[in-house]
């Protein structure tokens, strides 16, 4: 079965199908009623590298993250392996007295370091490898001691890489671990179902850690 996925962001479009007659003819078709240019296979788009290659598809942010760092005069810098000191927890005290600046520049360098070290970083879809969706969540427990709340997270991967993901604070708080956990699943699951819609997935495996 023919199959072709337009991508649109403002007024630029991705074009990909598994039959190349298909794109040309959507191509042709655009071009009869649009002023168009095409730029050929793609190889930047929207801040993010793609290189195609014969055993699949590898994506990263090499370019922007390196402009970033020359932005902040940070490209010479020595990179560390961690965004942020062992043991350093960021907190919110609406009372308290304002912050050293410079310490607080010292926290937003060593994240910029980090950011040297992992800008060649990337997700590779391997071509011809499995079409499970796969899902991992996981959760902590109240690490925000000041509002109670925790934080949940999740990753879908397809074919070795990752398609989706997400790491935010739970919108309830929770009186249990059991509580968190489910909470997690139970948002990881809503992501699922929109995946499944959307891709034809029939079905999913699940990881809890």
């Given at each position: 079965m023919?199959?072709?996925?337009?991508?649109?962001?403002?007024?630029?479009?991705?074009?990909?199908?598994?039959d190349?007659?298909?794109?040309?003819?959507?191509?042709?078709?655009m071009?009869?009623?649009?002023?168009?240019?095409?730029?050929?296979?793609?190889r930047?788009?929207?801040?993010?590298?793609?290189?195609?290659?014969?055993?699949?598809?590898?994506?990263?942010?090499?370019?922007?993250?390196?402009?970033?760092?020359?932005?902040?005069?940070?490209?010479?810098?020595?990179?560390?392996?961690?965004?942020l000191?062992?043991?350093?927890?960021?907190?919110?005290?609406?009372?308290?007295?304002?912050?050293?600046?410079?310490?607080?520049?010292?926290?937003?360098?060593?994240?910029?370091?980090?950011?040297?070290?992992?800008?060649?970083?990337?997700?590779?879809?391997?071509?011809?490898?499995?079409?499970?969706?796969?899902?991992?969540?996981?959760?902590?427990?109240?690490?925000?001691?000041?509002?109670?709340?925790?934080?949940?997270?999740?990753?879908?991967?397809?074919?070795?890489?990752?398609?989706?993901?997400s790491?935010?604070?739970?919108?309830?708080?929770?009186?249990?671990?059991?509580?968190?956990?489910?909470?997690?699943?139970?948002?990881?699951?809503?992501?699922?179902?929109?995946?499944?819609?959307?891709?034809?997935?029939?079905?999913?495996?699940?990881?809890?850690?």
């Open positions: 023919k199959m072709i996925i337009v991508s649109l962001y403002i007024d630029d479009l991705i074009v990909s199908s598994n190349e007659q298909t794109i040309i003819e959507f191509r042709n078709s071009k009869n009623e649009f002023d168009m240019t095409n730029l050929g296979r793609m930047y788009f929207l801040g993010i590298e793609v290189l195609q290659k014969s055993d699949g598809i590898f994506i990263n942010q090499n370019k922007y993250a390196s402009d970033v760092l020359k932005h902040f005069g940070m490209d010479k810098s020595n990179f560390v392996q961690v965004p000191a062992p043991g350093f927890k960021f907190s919110k005290d609406e009372d308290g007295v304002k912050v050293d600046k410079t310490y607080y520049k010292q926290v937003v360098k060593r994240a910029l370091r980090y950011l040297k070290g992992t800008t060649k970083f990337g997700i590779f879809y391997k071509k011809g490898g499995e079409d499970e969706l796969v899902a991992y969540t996981d959760s902590d427990y109240v690490e925000d001691t000041k509002d109670r709340k925790s934080t949940s997270g999740y990753v879908f991967l397809l074919s070795s890489g990752a398609i989706s993901w790491s935010k604070k739970q919108p309830v708080v929770s009186l249990s671990t059991i509580e968190v956990e489910f909470v997690a699943t139970t948002l990881c699951a809503f992501q699922a179902v929109w995946l499944q819609r959307v891709m034809g997935v029939k079905t999913i495996k699940y990881n809890f850690l």
